[in-house]
């Protein structure tokens, strides 16, 4: 089962909810509109890439798009969390990329499918290392993510539809959470194409930089 690390403590990763249509503009950018709760999808874990592991695309598309994103692990799981309690629930914080075949996406679209191969395939979860969830506010936060060393993305979590909290709180009305969930909580604006070779560097300083390479 894949891991991920909170400073030095390991973590096994458990269940990966990811949450669309969470910034207006990207919304806007995809022709989506924002609803009136949270748009959620489940990823396998045997989607995610560790730090310094490659990017491998997969053959059946054309055009596999990067999602920069904050993402928070479970700590202490619930059901039913009051949104007051959110946050403690968290034990860190960390980026990833939701990766997606944004062609494989449209024809889902099309057809009135589900997103799962679009989005679920080996490789389409990439998680940096996380930072512990103690002292840190998430809706303070700025993020990028460059690709060969060209801006691509810039978050400000205090643009999110649907703050961490809420988030937390909706999708444990929802679903058990348990320790070890993992949530992305969506992306901004600036969504587009990778290709072998790029490399691919997340910040959020000054408390991660790391980088992924396409191979």
């Not at 009136?36 to 997969?58: H, M, R, T």
């Not at 320790?179 to 969506?186: E, P």
Request: with cysteine; hydrophobic share 45%; proline share 4%.
């Amino acid at each position: 089962m894949a891991e991920l690390r909170v400073g030095e403590q390991k973590i096994r990763i458990n269940n990966i909810f990811c949450v669309a249509r969470n910034f207006v503009a990207h919304a806007k950018e995809m022709g989506s509109v924002i609803a009136d709760e949270p748009v959620v999808f489940i990823k396998p874990n045997s989607a995610v890439v560790q730090p310094g592991a490659p990017l491998v695309l997969p053959a059946w598309s054309n055009d596999v798009h990067h999602e920069l994103e904050l993402v928070v692990v479970i700590g202490e799981g619930g059901k039913n969390i009051a949104k007051e309690n959110a946050l403690n629930h968290i034990a860190g914080y960390g980026l990833g990329l939701d990766l997606t075949a944004r062609d494989v996406q449209a024809v889902a679209k099309k057809n009135g499918a589900p997103w799962t191969l679009a989005k679920g395939f080996d490789g389409a979860a990439v998680l940096t290392d996380f930072v512990a969830a103690q002292g840190i506010d998430p809706m303070q936060q700025q993020f990028t993510l460059h690709i060969n060393n060209e801006l691509r993305q810039s978050a400000d979590t205090r643009l999110m539809v649907f703050d961490v909290a809420t988030l937390i709180a909706w999708i444990s009305s929802k679903f058990t959470l348990q320790a070890g969930d993992v949530i992305y909580t969506g992306t901004p604006e600036g969504v587009g194409s990778i290709h072998l070779g790029d490399v691919l560097r997340l910040t959020w300083s000054p408390h991660i930089e790391q980088e992924f390479v396409v191979a």
